[in-house]
């Protein structure tokens, strides 16, 4: 069977794009950050997540953004709530972590190199979430070309290195019907960038708006409990 | 005064490429990684390095990239001895580390983005020691095209992010001579891979043999006090 890394944060994202890449048949290595998140929460859903597809393994890997900080979810910046479509639509949001995701797709790319991994899975979404640089379809393919050169794959002519982004071009909306036909459990996944009590999803941050919308868009009721 | 974010291991190569960066006007903000490497006592070296230097602020970020293993770096793997330069020649030796200069050069964009500096200094050198796959010029053409894309300044039309390996293109004895001329007390830095009693280079791993002959061939006393 072939393997994949499969980046996952416990989100509905991220876990569709797992369920996904099972469904295709691989066998998944399931990696995931603490990386000084206010929402450190998300990693026990992943773990949940991680279990219940089946994945192969699933590594939680440390690494302190918070030392760099520059964003609401890595420092005492405040997460912004109740924003409408208009605000979010408007340049790149305090929630964006400072090159997070090139950070993220580099450790997989370790780790796929190591495990003789020729497949690496990211969740990234440029439809309904354009803020983040590094959620565009041009910077995944840049990515690509950049680590088939970075690794012994380049140098040795080894199996070409895929980044796969079966997520990018779907609504919120998509991807809930996208989880539904995949029959990923929802209410395992979790959202919410600052929960209330530390666990409950706040339902007014960027995240929760935007996984509503989805569910709401879908007609298919979210199994999570808000706090509000 | 411009500010850049300089890789510094605490070796000749990334010592002298951040003395090269003070020589050319930057404020320099040095970046150090404790990654599960077995020679962890080259921190000791950066630390002075960066003092000695006038770095501006050093961080040292812990990623354990023993999680993933691979390299005999970063695992229980042996460091090779004694090779001579047709075996250093032929493949990608057992001390490479899985995407080691993209994951380091990730975690650098990412303080750039959050410093606001524009260039980013790694002492990458493709000449004597090409075995590496992500010390050749290609791949930091891509990772610099990529970091454009992944980051505020590809969205908002920011300074473009300058990726400079003033070294690239030296020879080993050219690095000597290099750090000679911009007064680099070589004797702060530490090279080898395999420290004896983790402290004093070994004379015999790649690292060790490769400093050796760029001394020797510049003609030019190494300060440092072998094992052997």
Known sequence: MRRAVCLLSGGMDSSTCLA??????????????DYGQRHRYELEAA??????????EHKVLRIDLRSFGGSALT????????????DMGSGIPVTYVPAR????????????EVLGAADLFIGVNAIDY????????EFIAAFETMANLATKAG????????????????????????????????????TCYDPVDGARPCGKCDACQLRLKGFAEAGIQDPLVYAD
């Open 47 to 56: 773990a949940r997540v991680a279990k219940a597809l089946g994945a192969v």
């Open 155 to 190: 140098v040795e002519g080894q199996a070409f290195l895929k980044i796969h982004t079966p997520l990018i071009h779907l609504s919120k909306a998509g991807i809930t019907q996208l989880a539904r036909e995949l029959g990923l459990d929802c209410g395992l996944t979790f």
């Open 20 to 33: 996904y890449a099972r469904r295709q048949g691989f066998a998944c290595y399931a990696l995931s950050f």
């Open 101 to 112: 995701n090139t950070i993220f797709l580099s450790l997989a790319l370790a780790w796929a």
């Open 130 to 137: 354009s803020g983040y640089p590094d959620c565009r379809p």
């Open 75 to 86: 420092s005492d910046i405040a997460v912004p709530k109740d924003r409408d479509e208009t």
